[in-house]
């Protein structure tokens, strides 16, 4: 049975962390859905078609990758893209805390859908999309905090 994790989030803008989170899950899942929803309690910097654009770039040279916007709940589109799997990455203990939670939610909504956590890798547990962000919009360099293969300017 193919296994397929949906890697969910704002991604605004999608990092190295998140870059590094993807890339170390492929050794788990045949394939890997990220889905870039709309969270309604956020103000977003890029628009979620250019954030689409951009991880589609990161991951070009990569078929078992695919990216896709969604604005229904995550364990919905989970099941809506028969995915089993739910993937997050985990910085800090505080992480942990909110995604446990949001993870027992959705099992209770959908039981088959399994929620599965990677430890952020050490040199990227510091960075977060928030901080990412304001450096963007205060017009600084956020270069070695983005995936290397794309130039954010290009998305703007």
């Known amino acids: ?10 991604f605004d803008p999608f990092t190295v962390g998140h870059e590094s989170i993807v890339l170390r ?3 788990l899942f045949d394939s890997i859905i990220i889905g ?3 969270n309604t309690g956020k103000k977003t910097y890029l628009p979620v078609n250019q954030r ?13 990758i695919s990216v896709t916007s969604y604005e229904v709940l995550t364990v919905d589109f989970c099941v809506n893209m028969n995915a089993g799997y739910l993937l997050r990455g985990l910085r800090t203990a505080a992480d942990f805390e909110y995604e446990r939670a949001i ?3 959705n099992k209770a ?14 040199e990227y547990t510091p960075i977060n999309s928030t901080i990412v962000r304001d450096i963007l919009i205060h017009g600084g360099d956020a270069s070695k905090f983005l995936p290397k293969k794309i130039d954010i300017r290009n998305y703007l």
Do not use: N, W
Request: net charge positive; no cysteine.
């Open 25 to 27: 899950a492929l050794k």
């Open 109 to 122: 909504m959908k039981p088959d859908v399994e929620s599965v956590f990677l430890l952020t890798a050490p």
């Open 1 to 10: 049975m193919k296994k397929t994790a949906v890697f969910p989030g704002t």
């Open 52 to 64: 689409v654009k951009l991880i589609k770039d990161v991951f070009k040279d990569f078929p078992q």
């Open 103 to 105: 993870a027992q939610v």
């Open 36 to 38: 870039v929803g709309q």
